[in-house]
Nanobody, 115 residues
Framework: QVQLVESGGGLVQPGGSLTLSCAAS????????MGWYRQVPGKEREMVAV???????NYAESVKGRFTVSRNNVKNMVYLQMKTLKPEDTAVYYC?????????WGQGTQVTVSS
């Protein structure tokens, strides 16, 4: 089993910054992809940023140039640095690990961008 725990969400003003963290535990040997998704009520969960074992990064168009995903394989963690936040970034953000082809999710952390 794999357990993922996110932290770092909160309330921030437009233009501000936040960094999300996700700590993984359990049987994560063979993790292929780590990343972040987000979801707002009434909409499907969408990919925000993912990073592969080869350090290849992929971003949603809406966050390119503002968000940066990174991973620490020693600490089994993945991060999402978010800058120049906009109200439309408001969502529940979920950490995702794909381990040997199986997707695991964290419980989610709320990010609210509002003045």
């Amino acid at each position: 089993q794999v357990q993922l725990v996110e932290s770092g969400g909160g309330l921030v003003q437009p233009g501000g910054s936040l960094t999300l963290s996700c700590a993984a535990s359990g049987s994560i040997f063979g993790t292929n992809v780590m990343g972040w998704y987000r979801q707002v009520p009434g909409k499907e969960r969408e990919m925000v940023a993912v990073i592969t074992g080869g350090e290849h990064e992929n971003y949603a168009e809406s966050v390119k140039g503002r968000f940066t995903v990174s991973r620490n394989n020693v600490k089994n963690m993945v991060y999402l640095q978010m800058k120049t936040l906009k109200p439309e970034d408001t969502a529940v953000y979920y950490c995702n690990f794909v381990v040997r082809g199986v997707a695991y999710w964290g419980q989610g952390t709320q990010v609210t961008v509002s003045s």
